[in-house]
């Protein structure tokens, strides 16, 4: 069935250093892959998302690679913030629906 | 543009109660999606509706159902309350076109504790 895989569930980096989350997906025609922020008590986010057609995409400090092949993207934070800690959500959906498949998520801390 | 809206925020009820949800999708949408997030299961979906019709379903038991308006607000019910039903109930709002823009913006959520 389908599933999305995340790792790892706890990240704790020093302020400035880089952070990376991997996912792997297990339905091939999934072609449509967000990533989301999560603070406590807080509403999900969409930080930065990418499409199948593109291997990489990037926006600032954020950027997320995809390996079609591997079935597997990545999240990957530089200069990494105090404001960064939060949990992050992988997802994975298909052109046919608009039903997102959830990774666990990462609780990232980032140290002062 | 004013964001997703959810309603109520917070819900107390008793086992055995029903319950109904309510969101308020962004302007010009016309998809809205409804997730329950739990520590043990995390997010998963439950159903998604498009011009008042459900076009997806995940595996949830027949308790839960929705449905969706012509102005594109959506509501869910959760029949016969299980102290498992405690989580927080998302909503997300997309424009909900084939091949088109699959970005889903999250409600706040309604925070349910069933006892």
């Known amino acids: 069935g389908e599933n999305v895989e995340q790792h790892p569930s706890t990240l704790s980096v020093q302020e400035g250093d880089s952070a990376v989350i991997k996912c792997t997906y297990s339905?091939?025609?999934?072609?449509?892959f967000p990533w989301y922020k999560q603070e406590l008590g807080k509403r999900p986010q969409l930080i930065i998302d990418?499409?199948?057609?593109?291997g990489e995409k990037k926006d600032q400090r954020i950027a997320v690679t995809l390996n079609k092949t591997a079935k597997h993207f990545s999240l990957h934070i530089t200069e990494t913030q105090p404001e960064d800690s939060a949990v992050y959500f992988c997802?994975?959906?298909?052109?046919?629906?608009?039903?997102?498949?959830f990774g666990s998520g990462t609780r990232l801390l980032v140290r002062p | 543009k004013a964001g997703v809206t959810q309603t109520p925020r917070y819900l107390i009820k008793t086992r055995g109660q029903q319950v109904t949800l309510s969101c308020s999708p962004i302007?010009?949408?016309?998809?809205v999606s409804w997730y329950q997030q739990t520590p043990g299961q995390g997010l998963q979906f439950l159903f998604e509706?498009?011009?008042?019709?459900?076009?997806n379903k995940g595996n949830f038991p027949g308790r839960f159902s929705g449905r969706q308006f012509s102005n594109s607000r959506s509501e869910m019910n959760v029949s016969t309350l299980e102290l498992g039903d405690s989580a927080l109930y998302l909503c997300?709002?997309?424009?909900?076109?084939?091949?088109?823009?699959?970005?889903?913006?999250f409600g706040p959520g309604t925070r349910l504790t069933v006892t």
């Open positions: 997300a709002s997309s424009l909900g076109l084939a091949g088109g823009d699959y970005e889903q913006y």
């Open positions: 339905d091939s025609a999934s072609n449509y």
């Open positions: 990418i499409r199948s057609n593109v």
């Open positions: 997802a994975a959906s298909k052109d046919s629906s608009y039903k997102l498949i």
């Open positions: 302007s010009g949408h016309r998809s």
């Open positions: 509706y498009f011009s008042e019709t459900q076009r």
